[in-house]
Nanobody
Framework: QVQLVESGGDLVRPGDSLRLSCADS????????MGWYREAPGKERELVAR???????NYVDSVKRRFTISRDNAKNAVYLQMNSLKPEDTAVYYC???????????????WGQGTQVTVSS
């Protein structure tokens, strides 16, 4: 059973930094793309950042030059370093990954349970 568990969400002030972590556990043979999405109240879930197995990254325009996504393949983990946080970054942040559970299985998409990030003065 594959599980993605996020951590690091908090209440912070504008301009502060946070680092979100997501650890994948369970039966994992390999992980392809990993990413972070967010869902603000009244808005649709949106892609924040994504990183391929080779380390190529892409970001939504609103977080470029402020957020950095990274991964540790040995730990089956993905991180999101968020700097210069703004009130509009307030949302539930979800970890997402394409995981192959065994050598005989195909890649499936998994979601974490979400972690709340609130930016407020």
């Amino acid at each position: 059973q594959v599980q993605l568990v996020e951590s690091g969400g908090d209440l912070v002030r504008p301009g502060d930094s946070l680092r979100l972590s997501c650890a994948d556990s369970g039966s994992i043979f390999s992980i392809d793309g990993m990413g972070w999405y967010r869902e603000a109240p009244g808005k649709e879930r949106e892609l924040v950042a994504r990183i391929t197995s080779r380390g190529n990254t892409n970001y939504v325009d609103s977080v470029k030059r402020r957020f950095t996504i990274s991964r540790d393949n040995a730990k089956n983990a993905v991180y999101l370093q968020m700097n210069s946080l703004k009130p509009e970054d307030t949302a539930v942040y979800y970890c997402n990954a394409d995981i192959r559970a065994s050598v005989s299985s195909t890649y499936m998409n998994y979601w974490g349970q979400g972690t709340q990030v609130t930016v407020s003065s």
